[in-house]
């Protein structure tokens, strides 16, 4: 049996992300939001704004994943399919949706995003193990798959990224159980296959801007989840960010 694994715990997290944290960190994110709009590219726009609000790495990640310019977020709603899922092949980001669910289950931090994707700061960097939230977090995919009544789910894994092989073995093996048809792909580079196709099933940003069109199971699955998730919400404050 697996042991007990927090995917995503950072200790530092109930500090730099408590009641106060949060507040200056709305004003960075407000800050940041209008250099954004005004064409500054996010690699300075987060050098200057992490430097005069003191920001930590890990706060400055944050604001990096969940704050977009409006032209991104506009044209990121416009192409989220958001009902009529029936008989559609979905494409799945594998890691990508996998990883959030064990960081949702796990209790550690989440980012609601400006997008309204749900993001996690578990920054893995190719290095991934199965742990004792994988089973459920591929179970709940399938379970919400199964709601959406699609056709065909096809996973795409990361071939680079450790344990890709026995992450498919889980995969194919807990979904057998459900009524669609299901294909793993371990290849080398998932994010250019995934820009190019529709029905896509990601919160990485990269992709959500090239697709053709995507799903935010995440969302949808977190729901479900549990309404005491530790995350942040910047979607909500989407409405004071107006330029």
């Not at 109930?14 to 709305?26: A, G, M, R, V």
């Not at 700061?121 to 004792?132: F, K, P, T, V």
């Not at 998932?190 to 029905?199: I, R």
């Given at each position: 049996?697996?042991?007990?694994?927090?995917?995503?715990?950072?200790?530092?997290?109930e500090?730099?992300?408590?009641?106060?944290?949060?507040?200056?960190?709305?004003?960075?994110?407000?800050?940041?939001?209008?250099?954004?709009?005004?064409?500054?590219?996010?690699?300075?726009?987060?050098?200057?704004?992490?430097?005069?609000?003191?920001?930590?790495?890990?706060q400055?990640?944050?604001?990096?994943?969940?704050?977009?310019?409006?032209?991104?977020?506009?044209n990121?709603?416009?192409?989220?399919i958001?009902?009529?899922?029936?008989?559609?092949?979905?494409?799945?980001?594998?890691?990508?949706?996998?990883?959030?669910?064990?960081?949702?289950?796990?209790?550690?931090?989440?980012?609601?995003?400006?997008?309204?994707?749900?993001?996690?700061?578990?920054?893995?960097?190719?290095?991934?193990?199965i742990?004792?939230?994988?089973?459920l977090?591929?179970?709940?995919?399938?379970?919400?798959?199964?709601e959406?009544?699609?056709?065909?789910?096809?996973?795409?894994?990361?071939?680079?990224?450790?344990?890709s092989?026995?992450?498919?073995?889980?995969?194919?093996?807990i979904?057998?159980?459900?009524?669609?048809?299901?294909?793993?792909?371990?290849?080398?580079d998932?994010?250019?296959?995934?820009?190019?196709?529709?029905?896509?099933?990601?919160?990485?940003?990269?992709?959500?801007?090239?697709?053709?069109?995507?799903?935010?199971?995440?969302?949808?699955i977190?729901?479900?989840?549990?309404?005491?998730?530790?995350?942040?919400d910047?979607?909500?404050?989407?409405?004071?960010?107006?330029?």
């Amino acid at each position: 049996m697996c042991k007990t694994v927090k995917r995503g715990y950072f200790f530092s997290d109930e500090k730099e992300f408590n009641d106060t944290s949060i507040l200056k960190l709305y004003e960075a994110a407000y800050d940041l939001y209008f250099l954004l709009n005004r064409g500054y590219h996010m690699k300075g726009a987060i050098t200057f704004i992490g430097n005069h609000y003191l920001l930590s790495e890990r706060q400055r990640l944050a604001l990096m994943r969940a704050i977009s310019s409006n032209e991104k977020v506009i044209n990121r709603k416009e192409k989220q399919i958001q009902c009529n899922f029936e008989n559609r092949t979905v494409n799945i980001d594998g890691f990508n949706t996998i990883i959030t669910l064990e960081v949702a289950l796990s209790n550690s931090l989440l980012l609601k995003c400006m997008d309204g994707t749900i993001r996690d700061l578990a920054s893995l960097r190719g290095n991934y193990r199965i742990i004792d939230k994988t089973h459920l977090a591929i179970a709940q995919i399938g379970e919400m798959l199964e709601e959406y009544h699609i056709k065909k789910a096809i996973f795409y894994l990361d071939a680079p990224v450790s344990n890709s092989g026995n992450l498919k073995k889980q995969i194919i093996e807990i979904l057998q159980a459900f009524h669609y048809e299901v294909e793993v792909n371990v290849i080398n580079d998932v994010d250019k296959v995934l820009e190019t196709l529709d029905n896509v099933i990601t919160s990485d940003a990269i992709i959500l801007d090239k697709c053709k069109s995507w799903i935010n199971l995440n969302a949808d699955i977190i729901k479900q989840i549990s309404n005491d998730c530790f995350y942040i919400d910047f979607e909500e404050k989407n409405t004071l960010f107006s330029v």
